[in-house]
């Protein structure tokens, strides 16, 4: 586990500034979207709220596909821009989108029913949205994919995968306390909390790819 991380964490640092444009694509929004939201007085309304999730949701897919695409160029030592990353990610949007909505309906379902089946499904389904962009499959054959390479790789993927999930969910809800108690310098406080998001989020990516290739070179071996 110690290995893939740090292989993880090499490559993340070595191509930071890159992979921090591409994160900005979420970031950003996201970022003033909250100012605005922190500076009115209650909740949003019903559709303002459903309209941000989606705008949310929209940007992320993008931001995944643009930085797995990035990565798997530049590992092959392929030349490619970031605005050529985000305008590939954009072709492959509409299945990725849909892949996006079919895990999060069977992985939540999971999640509500026991949390355990929930886990379980996250990662069956892990490499989903890598076969849809790396190997151009549709929706249900990438889910299908995921669910057949995945078995037996339990003990390789569960371990770097919930280390890396347990500080992000960590470091999430320290922020969003921080955030919330900062009276007088929320944005200053929000600043931060996405510098730090942005920067795991980076990590993730990194590690997500490391993770498929370390996949592929045990199919290869046998």
């Given at each position: 586990m110690?290995t ?6 090499y490559f ?14 979420s ?14 007085e ?10 941000i ?14 930085a ?13 821009s ?33 949390v ?8 069956k ?16 054959t ?6 057949n390479?995945?078995?037996?790789l339990?003990?390789e993927?569960?371990?770097?995968l ?12 320290l ?20 510098i730090?998001?942005?920067s ?18 045990s199919s290869?071996?046998?």
């Amino acid at each position: 586990m110690m290995t893939t991380l740090r292989e993880a964490m090499y490559f993340s640092r070595n191509q930071f500034q890159p992979l921090l444009i591409i994160a900005l694509l979420s970031g950003v929004p996201f970022y003033f979207l909250e100012i605005i939201t922190m500076s009115t007085e209650g909740d949003p309304d019903r559709n303002t709220a459903i309209g941000i999730m989606i705008v949310s949701m929209c940007l992320n897919v993008i931001q995944f596909g643009a930085a797995m695409l990035y990565i798997d160029h530049v590992s092959h030592g392929r030349a490619i821009s970031v605005s050529k990353a985000i305008g590939m990610a954009l072709a492959r949007f509409a299945g990725l989108f849909v892949l996006n909505i079919l895990m999060a309906i069977v992985i939540g379902t999971g999640l509500l029913l026991l949390v355990i089946p929930g886990i379980f499904f996250g990662y069956k389904l892990f490499f989903s949205e890598i076969y849809l962009l790396l190997q151009q499959q549709d929706p249900i054959t990438a889910l299908k994919s995921s669910f057949n390479a995945t078995t037996g790789l339990a003990s390789e993927l569960l371990p770097p995968l919930l280390a890396w999930g347990i500080v992000a969910v960590t470091a999430s809800m320290l922020g969003s306390s921080i955030v919330h108690s900062a009276e007088g310098l929320e944005w200053a406080a929000l600043l931060l909390h996405q510098i730090v998001m942005m920067s795991l989020s980076i990590y993730g990516w990194a590690l997500a790819y490391r993770l498929y290739q370390r996949y592929l070179e045990s199919s290869i071996d046998e």
